[in-house]
């Protein structure tokens, strides 16, 4: 590991490695569950100890539409934050 690259990247690998060793006290559990609705789309997680401090879409962490505080669910409406919907055909 510290034989690759230069030494900026032998920096980052170590502490990425770090970073992947230490553990968070509350922790995402299970793969997160997905439902899509006519008007929205729900997001759910399972954590290991209390409800998650912040969840939000990709750049849209201080829209309160797109992000919820201290709750184990985010409802986004369709089309917003940053959303794109494609017709598929079956």
């Known amino acids: 590991l510290l034989s690759i690259g230069?030494?900026?990247?032998?920096?980052?690998?170590v502490i990425?490695?770090?970073?992947?060793?230490?553990?968070?006290?509350?922790?995402?559990v299970d793969t997160p569950s997905i439902t899509c609705e006519h008007d929205?789309?729900?997001?759910?997680?399972?954590?290991?100890?209390t409800n998650p401090s912040h969840?939000?879409?990709?750049d849209f962490a201080e829209d309160e539409e797109?992000?919820?505080?201290?709750?184990?669910?985010?409802?986004?409406?369709?089309g917003s934050c940053g959303m794109k919907t494609e017709k598929m055909v079956t």
Do not use: F, H, W
Request: net charge neutral; aromatic share 4%.
């Open 6 to 13: 230069d030494a900026s990247n032998t920096s980052l690998q």
């Open 16 to 28: 990425l490695q770090l970073g992947a060793a230490l553990e968070y006290p509350n922790e995402i």
């Open 40 to 49: 929205c789309m729900l997001i759910k997680v399972k954590t290991s100890t």
């Open 55 to 58: 969840i939000y879409a990709d």
């Open 66 to 78: 797109c992000a919820s505080r201290n709750q184990n669910r985010l409802t986004i409406p369709l």
